[in-house]
């Protein structure tokens, strides 16, 4: 995802040092020191690489995002598995987001990167091969779901921690709204074809693109020429109590950390609200809506958000220049509760697809914002398992019971009031926010200030 600002961007690190940075200090980490790459980030032929694959597997994914609970419905019939389907995408992080935070931070992030595309390729693609055989099940679909977010949980886990190396902690707003913004562009475009191709081909086969996606992207990070990771010499071997000791370094970072504490909790709230949002989505579209679950409508209503992200992206760089992390997040998290609200009041298609469009600016602003402050916070030897340990709480947890609690009470009041329930609940997030040490940060001249 691109951004108009990567042109102005006049500080940055290549990262590419050799030197372990045992106590994360900003004056030694590499991240920090004179540039050796160019200053624009697409002039950087190694970001132009990194994006790429970032792009072509955000086009991958959000065809699957699409396709996989559409056939889950059309195999089932059924709000609830539909609604797992969902809560699947975020539970890996649960049972393995710590570990592989833990796990990237001791071994190559390139390596493992290339490594989890390359297997998330096979996997995907065992759906539109079973499909083809006549065996395909709602089981196989599931597992495959299941499968796939757990090891991309280890990719997530090597790839926090890689682009601030990458590109520099002066540049990961810059790099994270490029990226960011070419997701968005993606889910501006992609629903509606996806939407007009499920009208004449099996969500199964669609997902054959995805697969395809994963190969392309593993080839593009394969040909990365910086590091995107330090040494790791002096390091204590590889055992399950210095894992443990690894994990409970980052936790602690994050638990002590004000900002990045404070930021994951509402993370984690606003999430809960949205996976039950998503969970529900076909379901709404379906039977609220009246549009179904193929055709141009039914794309342009999920490609709405992606407008909406879009804004965010290209807004985040700009806004930053203007106001500290926790001053956007203090704003943005108020606007993106009420919006939960009025989205599934929406009583038709456009109405609601202009909703969805505000709500996606506001939800993702608060997303990649939180994200790039993590970044930029964290010592690059626990940028993987404290960013992995974020994205647990508040995507993890958040996402996977929202996901749950939507699916359980859409089986009993309908898909609208199971929304409006989650969305009331976002304004929690809202007051712990506004009582939160983010009003202190908000008016502290560094953003990295604890």
Same mark, same amino acid.
């Given at each position: 995802m691109r951004s108009d600002d990567t042109d102005a961007v006049t500080a940055a690190a290549s990262g590419d040092s050799a030197t372990a940075v045992p106590n994360g200090d900003p004056a030694t980490d590499p991240a920090t020191t004179p540039p050796r790459t160019p200053v624009r980030l697409r002039d950087d032929p190694d970001f132009r690489r990194y994006w790429l694959a970032r792009a072509l597997s955000t086009m991958g994914s959000m065809v699957t995002a699409i396709a996989l609970p559409v056939l889950v419905y059309r195999l089932s019939g059924s709000?609830?598995?539909?609604?797992?389907?969902?809560?699947?995408?975020?539970?890996?992080?649960?049972?393995?987001?710590?570990?592989?935070?833990?796990?990237?931070?001791?071994? $190559? *992030?390139?390596?493992?990167?290339?490594?989890?595309?390359?297997? $998330?390729?096979?996997l995907i693609s065992s759906v539109p091969i079973a499909y083809w055989l006549g065996g395909l099940t709602v089981v196989h679909v599931l597992v495959v779901a299941f499968l796939v977010q757990g090891v991309a949980t280890f990719f997530d886990g090597a790839n926090f921690g890689a682009l601030p190396v990458l590109v520099g902690r002066a540049r990961v707003a810059q790099a994270n709204a490029a990226v960011w913004t070419a997701s968005s562009l993606?889910?501006?475009?992609?629903?509606?074809?996806?939407?007009? +191709?499920?009208?004449a081909i099996s969500p199964a086969?669609?997902? %054959?693109?995805?697969?395809?996606?994963?190969?392309?992207?593993?080839?593009?990070?394969?040909?990365?020429? *910086?590091?995107?990771?330090?040494?790791?010499?002096?390091?204590?071997?590889?055992?399950?109590?210095?894992?443990?000791?690894?994990?409970?370094?980052?936790?602690?970072?994050?638990?002590?950390?004000? !900002?990045?504490?404070?930021?994951?909790?509402?993370?984690?709230?606003?999430?809960?609200?949205?996976? !039950?949002?998503?969970?529900?989505?076909?379901?709404?579209?379906?039977?609220?809506l009246d549009i179904g679950t193929s055709g141009l409508r039914f794309g342009l209503v999920y490609g709405a958000w992606g407008i909406g992200a879009l804004a965010a992206a290209v807004g985040l760089p700009r806004l930053l220049r203007r106001l500290q992390p926790a001053g956007i997040t203090l704003y943005a998290l108020p606007a993106s509760a009420a919006l939960g609200v009025v989205t599934p009041l929406m009583p038709t298609w456009p109405l609601a697809a202009i909703a969805l469009l505000v709500w996606g600016s506001a939800y993702v602003l608060v997303i990649v914002n939180s994200i790039s402050y993590r970044q930029q916070v964290t010592p690059e030897h626990l940028l993987g398992r404290v960013n992995t340990a974020g994205r647990m709480l508040s995507w993890g947890v958040g996402w996977t019971l929202g996901s749950v609690t939507g699916g359980v009470i859409g089986s009993h009041l309908?898909?609208?009031? +199971?929304?409006?329930?989650? !969305?009331?609940?976002?304004? %929690? !997030?809202?007051?712990?926010?506004?009582?939160?040490?983010? *009003?202190?940060? +908000?008016?502290?001249?560094?953003?990295?200030?604890?």
């Open positions: 709000p609830f598995l539909t609604a797992l389907v969902t809560a699947l995408e975020a539970a890996p992080y649960l049972l393995a987001g710590l570990f592989a935070g833990a796990l990237a931070d001791r071994w $190559n *992030r390139k390596r493992v990167m290339v490594a989890a595309d390359l297997l $998330n390729a096979l993606i889910e501006l475009f992609v629903p509606a074809l996806v939407g007009l +191709a499920l009208a086969a669609l997902l %054959t693109l995805d697969a395809l996606s994963f190969a392309a992207s593993a080839l593009a990070v394969r040909g990365i020429v *910086r590091a995107m990771s330090q040494q790791r010499d002096g390091r204590a071997p590889l055992r399950p109590r210095v894992v443990f000791a690894d994990i409970a370094e980052g936790v602690r970072f994050l638990v002590r950390h004000a !900002g990045v504490r404070t930021m994951t909790i509402v993370g984690s709230i606003q999430s809960f609200a949205g996976g !039950g949002f998503m969970a529900l989505m076909v379901v709404w579209t379906d039977r609220v309908g898909a609208r009031s +199971a929304m409006l329930v989650l !969305g009331v609940f976002a304004f %929690t !997030g809202v007051l712990v926010a506004w009582t939160s040490p983010l *009003r202190r940060l +908000a008016a502290e001249v560094d953003p990295a200030a604890t």
